[in-house]
């Protein structure tokens, strides 16, 4: 099991990726969007928001704040297998080794980044 602080940081590296994309995608894509990772393992939940610089700080959601608008759910081995490997999340996504719930408007961007 990993710790908060490694799972943070994984989420911390998955959002970059995001980050990094042509500013123009990016904000066309997520601008706006907030971004959460629940650990299941560790019943921690890390959130983000997309503006037009890339992705604001990660940190914990205070408790009942209301659900981002794209929620990853993972345990924490999964999270950074899905931080260290670009192409673990469709295997973990197949598998059911991470569960993602979003709008299809949102789905569907992340699939054509995928």
């Given at each position: 099991?990993a710790t908060?602080?490694?799972?943070?940081e994984?989420?911390?590296?998955?959002?970059d990726?995001?980050?990094e994309?042509?500013?123009?995608?990016r904000?066309?894509f997520?601008s706006?969007?907030?971004?959460?990772c629940?650990?299941?393992?560790l019943?921690i939940?890390?959130?983000?928001r997309?503006g037009?610089?890339?992705?604001?700080?990660?940190?914990?959601?205070?408790?009942?704040?209301?659900?981002?608008?794209?929620?990853l759910?993972?345990?924490?081995?999964?999270?950074?297998?899905?931080?260290?490997?670009?192409?673990?999340?469709?295997?973990?996504w197949?598998?059911?080794r991470?569960?993602v719930?979003?709008s299809?408007?949102?789905?569907?961007?992340?699939?054509?980044l995928?």
């Amino acid at each position: 099991m990993a710790t908060a602080e490694e799972c943070r940081e994984a989420f911390v590296k998955l959002t970059d990726r995001l980050s990094e994309l042509d500013p123009k995608d990016r904000d066309a894509f997520f601008s706006g969007r907030s971004f959460s990772c629940h650990v299941s393992d560790l019943n921690i939940t890390f959130v983000t928001r997309f503006g037009a610089d890339g992705a604001d700080s990660v940190r914990a959601a205070a408790p009942g704040e209301p659900p981002a608008d794209v929620r990853l759910t993972a345990a924490s081995p999964v999270v950074l297998e899905l931080a260290d490997d670009v192409g673990a999340f469709p295997r973990a996504w197949l598998t059911g080794r991470v569960k993602v719930q979003a709008s299809m408007r949102d789905l569907l961007r992340l699939r054509k980044l995928l």
